[in-house]
């Protein structure tokens, strides 16, 4: 079956070039223009992926995020901006937005970080089928850092880390191999499954929110940049 994807978007031409554009690229679409009615669809048929608009009258693309997180939905969600401020971007991640595409984009990059966020999706329910919960669990630490895969849930000491999706993965993966430098293209390749190339600034922002959620007064950092290579995990 086609992946359904709710896309919400209230400029007309974008709109309907990204209906057809995802159309043809195999997607099943609904397209609403505001966020009452990607609420009131998202409710009465969920979708396997949402595209929101971030600047929509009304309810806005944030919004929509909120309120779905809220309900304990965790649909993908790409948001589409046209900030470019990292402020901005952290404002769509701290709603519980997935990842973001910044406007004017190209198409191919959409599609792109559509097919990494449903490849993400897929493997966690695959993941759910194999593997039960047990009494020893199946948790992993590091540096001070506890988290159960399982359940997606991540401490530093007795402290539980709201995190989403993407800020999850990017977590475990460094916990998982810590004290070994990560590159650049290799983060890209294991959490969105495409190399955005040296300009696109997406990982630095991840992780710079990422260490605002760990990072706590008086204690050293645990995630250490590695200047034009990558980024590490380790306690000095």
């Known amino acids: 079956m086609a992946p359904t994807v709710l896309l919400a978007e209230d400029d007309r031409a974008i709109r309907h070039a990204l209906e057809r554009a995802l159309t ?12 009452v009615e990607a609420l009131a669809h998202a409710h009465r ?5 949402l595209v929101l ?22 649909t993908p969600i790409l948001m589409l901006t046209a900030l470019v401020e990292t402020a901005d971007r952290i404002a769509g991640l ?3 937005a997935d990842d973001y595409v910044v406007k004017p984009f190209d198409v191919e990059e959409v599609f ?10 897929a493997n966690g329910a695959a993941m759910d089928v194999r593997e039960k919960p047990s009494a020893s669990g199946r948790q992993i630490e590091a540096a001070g850092l506890r988290m159960d895969p399982q359940a997606r849930r991540a401490w530093r000491g007795g402290r539980e880390l709201e995190l989403t999706r993407t800020e999850f993965e990017l977590l475990e993966l460094l916990v998982r191999n810590e004290g070994i430098v990560l590159d650049h293209s290799t983060i890209y390749d294991r959490i969105w499954g495409y190399d955005f190339g040296p300009g ?4 630095a922002v991840y992780v710079g ?5 760990l990072d706590e007064p008086g204690a050293a950092p645990l995630i250490h940049t590695v200047r034009g290579v990558g980024y590490v995990l380790r306690e000095d």
Not at 200 to 203: C, D, E, T, V
Not at 209 to 213: D, E, G, I, P, V
Request: glycine share 10%; net charge positive.
């Open 209 to 213: 929110y990422l260490r605002r959620k």
């Open 112 to 121: 792109a970080r559509l097919r990494a966020l449903l490849r993400r999706t």
């Open 53 to 74: 608009d971030v600047m929509m009258p009304g309810i806005d693309g944030l919004q929509v995020c909120r309120v779905l997180r809220a309900e304990g939905d965790r």
């Open 45 to 49: 048929t969920p979708p396997d992926v």
């Open 24 to 35: 043809l690229e195999g997607y099943a679409v609904t397209a609403v223009a505001d966020g």
């Open 94 to 96: 701290d709603a519980g």
């Open 200 to 203: 696109s600034k997406n990982l």
